[in-house]
Structures are given as structure tokens and as C-alpha cells.
């Protein structure tokens, strides 16, 4: 709750108010209508540009020098002292590649659920159709990844001043910017990719290249 202060106004209504006796609460229960509004949340698409950018967060455990090609399983002590050394990858962002790895298949399914929630929200307001967004996904991300998220704390203390709600939020808006620019540079390749369709070896080299030249995460290259 530190995150989310109570502004002046707050302050001032909250010393204004007056609690009411129990007799005058209604103890009816809402767990109807919550059942329905997740039933109805459930069954909102997410846009295919929300559905890749999810595929790609998952890069974030890649690894150009891990022999898995993935920095699952190795400690991250061990990889900043010897597999990152020399590697572009830690030049960029803060050193960011090195410091974390990617939310685990059930942190994402939970980024789906909550975009899917601020997409229903949405359609509620506007009173038009939704659907999941990006935007969606990026609000979505520090309600989850705050403690659904390996991240090293000497980082989140060095770049945010130990703010981990602000070093998640830089996180993800830097994996945005990051697939933005592998969508303009290789976009109808990176969408087969992203949708788990065949690459010609061409293709799936030219890949492999922007991994090793740009940026590890785009890519899933063959462990060696």
C-alpha cells in the first residue's frame, strides 16, 4: 500500500467521514456478480500485437553465451562473472540482460487475466468493444511481476533507489521499445516466429543474427 499513497483530498474526506454502525451495513454478498464479470473478462481477445509481445517476454531468458542458449538454470552470479563479459547485450539499458529473467508461463497467464480485466473495464467506460492491447499488458505488468519477477535487488537499489514497482515498470516499457524495433526491422519474420509457424533456414538465420548483433531476447537460438 506504500505504492499507492492517499492524496490530500483523501486524507481530508477519510478525517471527514464518520463510521456507520454495524446495524446500518449491508452484509449482502457481490460473489455472483464477480463470477460473471471474470466470465465475461475471460472471453476478450488480446490483439496479436499483445499476444506476440508476450511471446517475446519470454526472451528474456535467452542467453547468446549460455551453451542452453537460455540463463535458465545458471545463477545469475555466475553469469555476469563469466558468460557476460564482452557481450553486447549487457552494453545496452543498465546493464538490464543480465539482471533478470523472464516471468514464468503462469506470471504471463496472469498478465493475460488482468489485461483482459482493464480491457473489460474499457468497454464498461466507453460503452463500445475492447479488446486486450499492449497498453493493457504494460499497466498490467507491475500488479504482477512485483513478486513475480526475478530481479536482482542490487540493481533495482543501484538504478531505482530499491523502487522495485519503478524497476519492473522500466522493465517492461524497455522489452517494449526492444520489440518494437524487432517487429520494423523484421516484422513479417518475427510474426511467423511469434506464431510458432516455419522459418526457411534463411530466415531463421537472419534471426539468429539480430539475436547475436541487437538484441538476445527476439530470438530463441539452438542450444549448442
Known sequence: MDLFPLTRE?????RQSHARPLEQIKCAGHIDDIFFLHQQAKQIDLSEEAE????????MNNCVKSNTKSKLG?????????????????Q????????????????????????????LLR???????????????????PFVLFSKININPLWVQKHYQGNKW??????????????????S?????????????P???????????????KDAWAYRMEAT
Open 92 to 119: 545496452y539499458d543498465n546493464h538490464i540482460c543480465n539482471n533478470l529473467f523472464a516471468p514464468s508461463e503462469r506470471a504471463q497467464d496472469k498478465l493475460r487475466d488482468i489485461g483482459q480485466g482493464f480491457a
Open 74 to 90: 545458471i545463477d545469475l552470479g555466475y553469469l555476469c562473472q563469466n558468460l557476460c563479459t564482452g557481450c553486447h547485450n549487457i
Open 52 to 59: 506476440m509481445f508476450l511471446g517475446y517476454l519470454e526472451g
Open 185 to 197: 526491422a523484421h516484422g513479417d519474420i518475427a510474426l511467423r516466429y511469434f506464431k510458432n509457424q
Open 10 to 14: 483523501d486524507k481530508y474526506k477519510k
Open 199 to 213: 522459418l526457411s533456414t534463411k530466415d531463421a538465420k537472419t534471426l539468429e543474427e539480430y539475436a547475436l548483433a
Open 166 to 183: 519503478a524497476a519492473v515498470k522500466a522493465v517492461v516499457n524497455v522489452a517494449y521499445q526492444r520489440f518494437s524495433k524487432f517487429l
Open 123 to 141: 468497454a464498461y467506460k466507453t460503452k463500445k468493444e475492447s479488446i486486450v492491447d499492449v497498453s493493457d499488458i504494460i499497466a498490467a505488468a
